[in-house]
């Protein structure tokens, strides 16, 4: 029998990780990506020798799906992961955590040691929400996505433990305030997370994506457009390359672009239900200098994170140290410092000169010779970086989902992915491709 035909429009993490899958499964795949490189919002910046991620590159243990990929992948040069030290700046000093256990958690500056008497419930707690924290299943924590953050952590914990260790660990990869994000996303983060060590990718995450996209049929620098079902099954879809446009069929679709450009994309196929929910998806700015430094400040890479504070701009710092064959030259170093999604909102639209003093200035309280370090300074911005997982995300998601299996049943072979389905972040991204190929799969049999 002929191989189904699958198209998958996006190259990000989700498309690769889709394409990827449904290949290995047997599949004859086409990936389209508008973009002339592969990579999505993922993609590193090269400036003077300087591979600048926009993420840090920075990937926990806890990123199984993330870490087995790159080995499959046979990427021996971005593993094993160099350990990063965490750190947390509390009164203008730098405090080295080990937030692996509630001890650790508990010795966090700023949070009192009696306050590990609550944080001893936590592991009770999830306990008892069982598999409704299932971060592959994120639909499945509807009815726990009833608080912020904020709130769940002064029931059960008290403030100075949200503001410390809980908001910090979300903050991470979604860059969100404690008072919006639903306290689900915590919980997939502790759940998934505790006892997890961070490491740097040792090189370009730009090698990750060039080498998935060139394990499939890969069309770079073409844009899809009007995917629309045919009355016989499969799906038609016009493609614009940088010479001609044409028409092509598959027997399914995978969407791999941020929810408002699936509706840009395919809008008319969907229901009144599933346009509602993806034109809800909100995303966070983001705003992060990177200041190529002279000398790397440290010997071993270092992320600071900062407690939540009213109009404090910076979610974290991270301070890498230049190798041979790593993304910063030898004997330099790299500072990336990221602002809070908040503070990204508030200043997105201000100068460049602007943004540099203002993170400059906040980070100089605690590293004061970060003046007169910097070889150059390279401001970067994303409208959309981050999907917000705000109070009610999940029960968005678990809506969304109902639509969508019903209209797989009914033979429509539109499917999604993207970092907005599971979580944000890499991982994220990658397990929701993972999941739209199980989904054809199961469908086209
Ligand atoms: C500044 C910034 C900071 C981030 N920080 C972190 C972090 O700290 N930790 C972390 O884990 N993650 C972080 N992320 C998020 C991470 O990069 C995303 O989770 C991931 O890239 C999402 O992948 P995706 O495949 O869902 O979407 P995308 O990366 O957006 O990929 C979608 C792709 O589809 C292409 N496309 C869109 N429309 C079409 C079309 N019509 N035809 C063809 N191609 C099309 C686009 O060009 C793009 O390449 C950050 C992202 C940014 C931008």
């Not at 990929?69 to 080295?96: F, K, N, S």
């Not at 936590?122 to 904020?150: K, Q, T």
């Not at 499917?415 to 990658?430: E, H, T």
Request: charged content about 25%.
């Amino acid at each position: 029998m002929a191989a189904k035909r699958v198209a998958v429009v996006g190259a990000g993490i989700a498309g690769l990780g889709a394409a990827w899958r449904l290949a290995q499964r047997g599949f004859q795949v086409s990936l389209f990506e508008r973009e002339q490189l592969p990579g999505g919002r993922a993609r590193p910046v090269v400036r003077e020798n300087f591979t600048i991620e926009r993420a840090g590159a920075i990937v926990g243990t806890a990123d199984k799906a993330l870490l087995s990929w790159i080995g499959e992948l046979d990427l021996p040069e971005l593993l094993p992961l160099r350990p990063v030290v965490r750190a947390l700046a509390h009164r203008d000093r730098v405090q080295v955590i080990d937030p692996r256990s509630l001890l650790g958690i508990a010795r966090i500056p700023g949070v009192r040691i009696h306050q590990l008497l609550g944080l001893l419930r936590l592991p009770r707690l999830v306990a008892r929400y069982g598999n409704r924290i299932d971060p592959e299943r994120p639909e499945r924590a509807a009815s726990l996505d009833d608080r912020s953050l904020a709130d769940f952590g002064r029931l059960y914990f008290g403030a100075r433990v949200t503001q410390h260790w809980m908001g910090p660990l979300v903050s991470r990869t979604s860059l969100a305030d404690a008072r919006e994000v639903s306290r689900v996303l915590f919980l997939h983060h502790y759940r998934d997370g505790a006892g997890e060590r961070l490491g740097l990718l040792r090189s370009s995450s730009q090698e990750l994506m060039d080498r998935a996209a060139s394990s499939v049929p890969a069309a770079l620098g073409v844009c899809v457009a009007n995917v629309e079902s045919c009355s016989g099954g499969g799906v038609r879809f016009r493609v614009r390359g940088a010479e001609r446009e044409r028409l092509a069929e598959a027997d399914a679709i995978v969407l791999a672009v941020p929810a408002p450009e699936a509706v840009a994309l395919a809008g008319a196929e969907f229901s009144f239900a599933e346009r509602d929910a993806l034109e809800k998806v909100r995303y966070t700015p983001e705003i992060s200098l990177a200041v190529a430094l002279r000398r790397p400040f440290h010997s071993h890479p270092q992320q600071i994170q900062f407690p939540q504070r009213e109009g404090w701009p910076l979610e974290s710092v991270l301070l890498e140290p230049g190798f041979e064959g790593g993304r910063v030259p030898k004997g330099r170093g790299l500072a990336l410092l990221r602002a809070t999604g908040r503070w990204s909102a508030d200043y997105f639209e201000a100068p460049d000169e602007t943004v540099g003093k203002e993170l400059i200035a906040a980070l100089s309280g605690i590293f004061p010779r970060i003046h007169g370090a910097g070889i150059f300074a390279e401001v970067l911005r994303e409208k959309r970086a981050v999907p917000r997982f705000d109070v009610g995300r999940y029960r968005a998601i678990a809506d969304f989902t109902r639509v969508q299996a019903d209209c797989r049943r009914r033979g429509r072979r539109i499917y999604f992915a993207g970092d907005y389905l599971m979580g944000p972040g890499w991982n994220a991204a990658l397990r929701s491709g993972y999941r739209a190929a199980a989904d054809v799969a199961v469908d086209l049999g």
